[in-house]
């Protein structure tokens, strides 16, 4: 039943979500000001700790895939691809600092900027002592630019117009706003992509050896 509700029954669904759409009209003002607000804060909080946990592992999964091309590809082709995209997100890292840097110059951005530096040097630091088996330079540049996108996402937000240059321009919002779709996109295809379905290729193997073999 739970997996027939899951598969199906879309027009009651559509009923209920519009149902509850229409419902929300009638709702004042004061609920979300009081209540809906600060939930919604927290909420995303916790989802933007799940979010960094999803493009932690995305890292991995690109690497993954890229380097078993590598490992399984005779000609050069995927070895040019893995070369060629590790150095660009390296490029896209010393790039973001250096443009970050120049856009914000007040104290407080500075040393933001500087305590992300050292999270992203790090990260190449204990690379070197094996801290995780599969991590390389790729994994490391991928989750730093993403610690620079989260950098520049707070910097740009800062209410601080001495400190912003970015305060209060629509342009700025609208790439915070598209930035962050994407990002969030991205992580979710990745890990969706990289879940494992119920047609398991070795089980599906072996359950066809064991009926080959039971058969008279």
């Known amino acids: 039943m739970a997996a ?3 598969d199906g029954c879309w027009m009651a669904k559509q009923v209920l979500i519009g149902g509850g759409y ?3 009209w009638w709702i004042p003002t004061s609920f979300f000001e009081d209540f809906y607000l600060p939930v919604a804060k927290w909420v995303s909080a916790v989802f933007l700790l799940y979010q960094v946990i999803l493009m932690l592992n995305a890292t991995y999964k690109v690497n993954e895939r ?4 590598y490992v399984n590809d ?3 082709c995927s070895c040019v691809i893995l070369l060629f995209v590790t150095l660009g997100v390296v490029a896209g890292d010393v790039i973001w600092i250096i443009t970050s840097f120049a856009a ?3 104290p407080a951005a500075v040393v933001c900027q500087l305590v992300t530096l050292a999270a992203i040097a790090l990260m190449f630091v204990l690379q070197f002592f094996k801290a995780r088996e599969d991590a390389s330079i790729l994994t490391n540049a991928m989750a730093g630019l993403y610690a620079l996108y989260l ?3 707070t910097l740009s937000s800062a209410p601080d117009s001495a400190c912003n240059a ?3 321009a629509k342009g700025s919002a609208v790439l915070q706003i598209l930035l962050g ?3 969030t996109i991205f992580a979710l295809f990745m890990m969706s992509a990289a879940h494992p379905t119920g047609d398991d290729p070795k089980k599906v193997e072996e359950e066809a050896r064991a009926a080959a073999a039971a058969a008279p």
């Open 4 to 6: 027939n509700f899951h």
């Open 22 to 24: 229409i419902a929300s």
């Open 66 to 69: 890229l380097v078993g091309n």
């Open 74 to 76: 005779p000609s050069k």
């Open 104 to 106: 914000f110059k007040c």
């Open 151 to 153: 950098q520049w996402i």
């Open 166 to 168: 970015n305060n209060g």
């Open 181 to 183: 779709m994407a990002v």
